[in-house]
């Protein structure tokens, strides 16, 4: 198989209007194009064309290109498989189709249920004095038991993990506890559900109490098989990010975690809009997941149904510590004589200051 050389685009995570780091500091930083979404629309309406070229305009006024969108929210009734998705899931469909239309033509996306991208820490400060974001295992044990009191969840952890996290909840300010529960129930934008109170979020959890892991690939395979030739019709491709982290949280089932989901996901429909953004900062945080022989295995792969394959270098040891610092290269795999990949998925990690 031979590969090309390419050109790759530097773009940067923004997070709209409200977020503190301008257009005009990215810009500075080196970022041709930007990654973001419409976080102001509610989860599963329809993104207008409007809406869409309003925010293009706002970042060319800055000389910048909007190049990747991360991401459209999937709505919970259409991972629940629940009366209504249909709906739902047309709106997503028209979204597609505005987004090409207006000349987008990447999007991300993912199918955590409840909680998008988790994180217990929004301001670690990492070994050069820097501030990143950090999933702490055992914070996020101790939130499980003995904050959210989520029923079995002690017994799901077993014994040894959580005597860590008990100990760990009693050496908590109660500053440390606010600050943890905030960051797991209201989280980054792009978050899943409005859940601002410990009760509302239990009360989402809860609606998946009947779904397990067969149930939720399920309903995401009902799903691609009607977006994905929207998708190829609108000329866009899309890319699943994995769970973040990928492991079991808060008893809910995970679907994008291992080899496995992926080829399950790659198999539902047979595409090359049907694609993966390939988060070596996602997989690579798995003990379970060989993640150099996931991308020999699954380049192969690409080359029968040609998916937009990216990967990405971790930030840090263990858990994705995302920082100012490390820039992710997320690099191209051939297929074929060309290669496929994202021009627009050369980001730096940040944190974001959200006002």
Same mark, same amino acid.
């Given at each position: 198989m031979?590969a090309?050389m390419? /050109?790759?685009?530097?773009?940067w /995570?923004?997070?709209?209007?409200n977020d503190n780091?301008s257009?005009? #500091?990215? %810009?500075?930083?080196?970022a041709?194009g930007?990654v973001?979404?419409?976080?102001d629309?509610p989860?599963g309406?329809?993104?207008?064309?409007?809406?869409?070229?309003?925010?293009?305009a706002?970042?060319?006024a800055a000389?910048?290109?909007?190049?990747?969108?991360e991401?459209?929210p999937? @709505?919970e *009734?259409? +991972?629940?498989g629940?009366d209504?998705?249909d709906?739902?899931i047309?709106?997503?469909?028209q979204t597609?189709r505005?987004?090409g239309?207006?000349?987008?033509r +990447?999007?991300?996306?993912?199918?955590?249920?409840?909680?998008?991208? *988790?994180?217990?820490?929004?301001d $670690?400060?990492w070994h #050069?004095?820097s +501030?990143a974001?950090a999933?702490?295992y055992t914070d996020?044990v101790?939130?499980e038991i003995h904050?959210? %009191? /989520?029923?079995?969840a002690?017994?799901h952890?077993?014994p040894?993990?959580?005597?860590?996290?008990?100990?760990?909840?009693? !050496?908590m300010a109660? =500053? $440390?506890?606010?600050?943890?529960?905030?960051t797991?129930?209201?989280?980054m934008?792009g978050?899943?559900?409005?859940a601002? *109170?410990?009760a %509302?979020f239990?009360?989402?959890?809860?609606a998946y109490k #009947?779904?397990? @892991?067969? !149930?939720? $690939?399920?309903?995401?395979?009902?799903?691609?098989? +009607?977006?994905v030739?929207?998708?190829e019709?609108?000329?866009v491709?899309?890319?699943? @990010?994995p769970?973040?982290p990928?492991l079991?949280l808060l008893?809910?089932p995970r679907v994008v975690?291992?080899e496995? #989901?992926v %080829?399950?996901?790659l198999?539902?429909?047979?595409?090359?809009?049907n694609?993966?953004t390939f988060?070596?900062?996602?997989y690579g945080?798995s003990p379970?997941?060989d993640?150099?022989g996931m =991308?020999? $295995?699954?380049?192969v @792969?690409?080359?029968?149904?040609g998916?937009?394959f990216?990967?990405?270098?971790p930030? !840090?040891?263990?858990w994705?510590?995302?920082g100012?610092?490390?820039?992710l290269? /997320?690099t191209p795999? !051939?297929?074929?004589?060309?290669?496929? =990949?994202w021009p627009?998925?050369v980001?730096?990690c940040r944190r974001?200051?959200?006002?």
């Amino acid at each position: 198989m031979s590969a090309t050389m390419m /050109r790759l685009e530097q773009t940067w /995570r923004w997070y709209g209007p409200n977020d503190n780091v301008s257009l005009a #500091d990215i %810009k500075q930083a080196g970022a041709t194009g930007i990654v973001s979404a419409l976080h102001d629309v509610p989860t599963g309406e329809v993104w207008t064309i409007d809406a869409i070229k309003q925010r293009q305009a706002e970042v060319a006024a800055a000389g910048l290109v909007w190049s990747v969108v991360e991401s459209v929210p999937v @709505h919970e *009734t259409i +991972k629940q498989g629940a009366d209504g998705r249909d709906r739902y899931i047309a709106n997503y469909q028209q979204t597609i189709r505005h987004l090409g239309a207006c000349g987008i033509r +990447k999007l991300a996306y993912n199918f955590m249920p409840v909680i998008d991208w *988790t994180r217990t820490e929004l301001d $670690r400060v990492w070994h #050069d004095g820097s +501030k990143a974001l950090a999933f702490d295992y055992t914070d996020f044990v101790a939130f499980e038991i003995h904050i959210l %009191k /989520r029923p079995g969840a002690e017994a799901h952890f077993g014994p040894a993990q959580a005597a860590l996290a008990a100990a760990r909840f009693a !050496g908590m300010a109660a =500053a $440390r506890v606010e600050a943890l529960t905030q960051t797991v129930i209201a989280g980054m934008p792009g978050r899943m559900v409005e859940a601002y *109170t410990l009760a %509302k979020f239990q009360l989402a959890l809860d609606a998946y109490k #009947d779904i397990d @892991h067969a !149930g939720l $690939r399920a309903n995401l395979s009902y799903f691609l098989i +009607k977006v994905v030739p929207v998708a190829e019709e609108a000329g866009v491709v899309l890319a699943i @990010h994995p769970d973040d982290p990928p492991l079991p949280l808060l008893g809910l089932p995970r679907v994008v975690s291992t080899e496995d #989901d992926v %080829k399950h996901v790659l198999g539902a429909v047979d595409s090359r809009h049907n694609g993966l953004t390939f988060c070596v900062g996602s997989y690579g945080s798995s003990p379970d997941n060989d993640v150099e022989g996931m =991308a020999e $295995r699954l380049a192969v @792969h690409a080359e029968m149904s040609g998916p937009a394959f990216a990967a990405t270098a971790p930030c !840090g040891p263990g858990w994705w510590l995302s920082g100012p610092s490390p820039l992710l290269l /997320r690099t191209p795999v !051939g297929r074929g004589s060309r290669v496929e =990949a994202w021009p627009g998925l050369v980001c730096l990690c940040r944190r974001p200051r959200l006002s």
